[in-house]
């Protein structure tokens, strides 16, 4: 008897599973589907925390490559007001101001930029640029703007002594490599490693701002020309002392 009425509970048993299957696959499913969301919440929960972590580190990494970047920066300025103010004690020097690079004329030349316009600029006159101790090339007005015309450019041309001799001539931008003096008088010794500066005689520089040394010396029908390497990095400069105005 009692084997009867398991075999009666165990059809009983079938008949409710199979009569009940999709109620009870539902059911596990919703388990399932429950564990299955749930994972997939945990996976994204974490994968947004460590993207949060990677973004702040890297962050961080930018704000503290700023902060030195801007320290170096702050330390060049400081030089360059310790050498306004030494320039402003010369005796010819009547006005000097500061101004920053703006963007370039052309993408396609990086020797001509756009600056800050400054107080008293007039757009008939030419004006000497200096990039911390050397001198970086002459400005003009393009458009009633201030515009830099860097060494490197072959329309920066300015007057210039070469060594102790101070032989007189004129020098002209070539590349960012190198400039050329040119119309030296050939009775002058002049030689390699000499430095060339700023002869004042143009109006543009007052006398003994460093523009570069000489790197080779020529003979041309006439005169002698020197290869010059600039000392500022016209690929670099970004802020400039303009000399306004001197005796």
């Known amino acids: 008897m009692e084997k009867k009425i398991g075999i009666v509970l165990s059809l009983l048993l079938i008949y409710f599973i199979y009569s009940q299957k999709e109620a009870i696959q539902n059911f596990f499913l919703e388990r399932y589907n429950g564990v299955k969301n749930s994972y997939f919440d945990t996976i994204v929960y974490l994968t947004n925390l460590y993207e949060r972590h990677f973004e702040q580190a890297k962050t961080i990494q930018i704000q503290n490559e700023t902060i030195q970047n801007l320290k170096k920066e702050n330390l060049q300025l400081l030089s360059y007001k310790e050498y306004l103010l030494d320039l402003t004690q010369k005796p010819r020097i009547k006005d000097v101001v500061f101004s920053n690079a703006i963007s370039y004329v052309n993408l396609a030349n990086n020797n001509r930029l756009w600056i ?17 101790r050397y001198s970086a090339g002459i400005v003009v007005s393009k458009d009633n703007k201030p515009m830099i015309l860097l060494n490197s450019d072959p329309q ?84 400039f002392y303009i000399i306004k105005d001197f005796n």
Request: charged share 20%; proline share 4%; net charge negative.
């Open 116 to 132: 800050e316009m400054f107080e008293g600029f007039e757009e008939e006159k030419t004006y000497g640029a200096v990039d911390g």
């Open 156 to 239: 920066s041309i300015y007057g210039v002594y070469v060594g102790n001799s101070q032989a007189p001539g004129v020098i002209y931008g070539i590349d960012h490599q190198r400039m050329i003096v040119k119309y030296i008088p050939q009775w002058m010794d002049i030689g390699v490693g000499e430095i060339v500066k700023t002869s004042g005689l143009d109006n543009v520089f007052i006398p003994g701002i460093e523009v570069g040394v000489v790197v080779e010396v020529q003979m041309r029908h006439g005169y002698q020309v020197a290869y010059v390497k600039p000392f500022a990095n016209s690929l670099k400069a970004r802020h």
